[in-house]
Nanobody, 118 residues
Framework: QVQLVESGGGLVQPGGSLSLSCAAS????????MGWFRQAPGKEREYVAAIRRDNDNTYYANSVKGRFAISKDNAKNTVYLQMNSLQTEDTAVYFCAADVRSGTYDTWGQGTQVTVSS
């Protein structure tokens, strides 16, 4: 079993930056890939970015490409999301998720709030 804990959310002005972290614990060797998702009020959860555990391949939603960067530290079992040039439409609860050899994101963190507002 894998557990995920996000941190780093908060309030930031438009154009600002914020970094999120997701620490995994438990059977972390079973993790195939990790991703970030977000859910804004009244909207469905949407994919943001992903990274594989066994290589450095990264994937991004078009809405964040060029502004957000996902990275990892396998030794710390931690995935990061660096968010730059934040816009008000980036406001959401951000969730970390893991694919634990199931082919889907089957393990989720509790989420962390990101608010972009002046």
């Amino acid at each position: 079993q894998v557990q995920l804990v996000e941190s780093g959310g908060g309030l930031v002005q438009p154009g600002g930056s914020l970094s999120l972290s997701c620490a995994a614990s438990g059977r972390t060797s079973s993790i195939v890939r990790m991703g970030w998702f977000r859910q804004a009020p009244g909207k469905e959860r949407e994919y943001v970015a992903a990274i594989r555990r066994d290589n450095d391949n990264t994937y991004y939603a078009n809405s964040v490409k060029g502004r957000f960067a996902i990275s990892k530290d396998n030794a710390k079992n931690t995935v990061y999301l660096q968010m730059n040039s934040l816009q008000t439409e980036d406001t959401a609860v951000y969730f970390c998720a893991a694919d634990v050899r199931s082919g889907t994101y089957d393990t989720w963190g509790q989420g962390t709030q990101v608010t972009v507002s002046s």
